[in-house]
C-alpha cells in the first residue's frame, strides 16, 4: 500500500504544471508549459530506452512501477506522452488550454483518488462506486473551463479510459496515456457539437 500511495502522489505532482499556468499565466505561458513538457519527454524517452534495452533497476523504479510494466513502457513515461499530446494540441483547430488544463488535471487528481478507492490490479475493471467517484472528480474539474455538457463528455471518457485497461498483444493499455487524451478529444466535441 505505500508504494500505491507514492505512486499516487508522484502523479498529483503533475498538477502542477497546467496549475502553474492558471495561476500565473503572464509568466508561465503556455509556451513554457509546453517547453517544460518537451524536456520532460525526451528525458523520460531516454530513460525508458535506458531502462528496457540495459535492465537498469534503479530502486525508485522498483518501487514506482507495477510488475506488467517491467518489460514495456512504464506508467510515469505515459503519464508524461499523454500530457505533452494534450499540451502540445493547443492550437490545432478548436483545441484552447480551456480543453487542455482540464484534461490534464484529470490525469494528475482524479487518476490518482480513483486508484486509492479502487483496486490495485490495473487490468481489471473496477467497481461502479469508485468510476461514480473518478466521473464526478473528472466533471468538476473540467466545469469551470468548458460548457456542461462537454465536462459530462469528457468525465465520461476520463472514466472510461481509467475503467477499462484493455490488453493489446499482451500489454495493459495504460491510463496515464489515454485519461487526458480521451478527455481532451470528448471535451473538444462537447465544445464544438453540443453548444450547452
Known amino acids: 500500500m505505500a508504494d500505491e500511495v507514492s505512486r499516487r ?29 518537451a524536456v520532460a519527454l525526451v528525458v523520460v524517452v531516454v530513460l525508458e530506452a535506458v531502462r528496457l534495452t540495459t535492465g537498469l533497476d534503479w530502486v525508485v523504479y522498483d518501487r514506482l512501477t507495477r510488475e506488467y510494466e517491467q518489460d514495456n513502457p512504464a506508467g510515469y513515461a505515459l503519464y508524461i506522452v499523454g500530457m505533452a499530446v494534450v499540451a502540445f494540441a493547443v492550437g490545432l483547430p478548436g483545441v484552447t488550454t480551456d480543453i487542455a488544463v482540464p484534461a490534464m488535471l484529470m490525469l494528475a487528481i482524479g487518476d490518482p483518488i480513483s486508484g486509492l478507492l479502487g483496486s490495485g ?30 465536462a459530462v463528455l469528457g468525465g465520461a471518457a476520463a472514466t472510461f479510459a481509467d475503467g477499462v485497461k484493455p490488453r493489446i498483444a499482451g500489454y495493459v493499455v495504460d491510463d496515464n496515456f489515454s485519461i487526458p487524451v ?15
Open 9 to 37: 502522489l508522484v502523479h498529483v505532482t503533475g498538477a502542477t504544471v497546467p496549475l502553474a499556468h492558471l495561476l500565473r499565466p503572464e509568466l508561465i505561458t503556455w509556451d513554457v508549459v509546453q517547453g517544460f513538457l
Open 121 to 150: 490490479d490495473a487490468s481489471s475493471v473496477k467497481q461502479a462506486w469508485v468510476l461514480l467517484v473518478m466521473f464526478g472528480v473528472c466533471t468538476l474539474l473540467a466545469a469551470p473551463f468548458v460548457s456542461t455538457a462537454a
Open 182 to 196: 480521451f478527455g481532451a478529444l470528448a471535451m473538444w466535441v462537447g465544445v464544438h457539437y453540443l453548444p450547452f
